[in-house]
Nanobody, 127 residues
Framework: QVQLVELGGGLVQSGGSLRLSCAAS????????VGWFRRAPGKERGFVAA????????AYADSVKVRFSISRDNAKITVSLQMNSLKPEDTAVYYC????????????????????WGQGTQVTVSS
């Protein structure tokens, strides 16, 4: 497992943008799949986006497709989630998750696929 730290949450008005970052403590993400999940008040944690570091493939939940973008930095240190056109229903605690893997094209999207989790960062979108 790897220790993960999320940064960048906060309060934003509807229609605004936020950028979340996930960093791995003491190592790079070069052989990991990294995902973002969120738990809204009163709801279960759900998938938001994921990226396969090796091949760059990414996937998104339908609710955030087009508005959110997941990316990796060239230094292999952080994964970012750029969130645009935010809506009040995007309000949630956002979690970064990671899983080391072999092979080239794996792109997990279920909670059970990931073995390392961050503590979460609060994103609040006001109407």
């Amino acid at each position: 497992q790897v220790q993960l730290v999320e940064l960048g949450g906060g309060l934003v008005q509807s229609g605004g943008s936020l950028r979340l970052s996930c960093a791995a403590s003491g190592r790079t993400f070069s052989d990991y799949a990294v995902g973002w999940f969120r738990r809204a008040p009163g709801k279960e944690r759900g998938f938001v986006a994921a990226i396969n570091w090796r091949c760059g493939r990414s996937a998104y939940a339908d609710s955030v497709k087009v508005r959110f973008s997941i990316s990796r930095d060239n230094a292999k240190i952080t994964v970012s989630l750029q969130m645009n056109s935010l809506k009040p229903e995007d309000t949630a605690v956002y979690y970064c998750a990671a899983k080391q893997f072999t092979g080239n094209y794996w792109l997990p999207q279920r909670e059970a696929d990931f073995s390392s989790w961050g503590q979460g960062t609060q994103v609040t979108v006001s109407s």
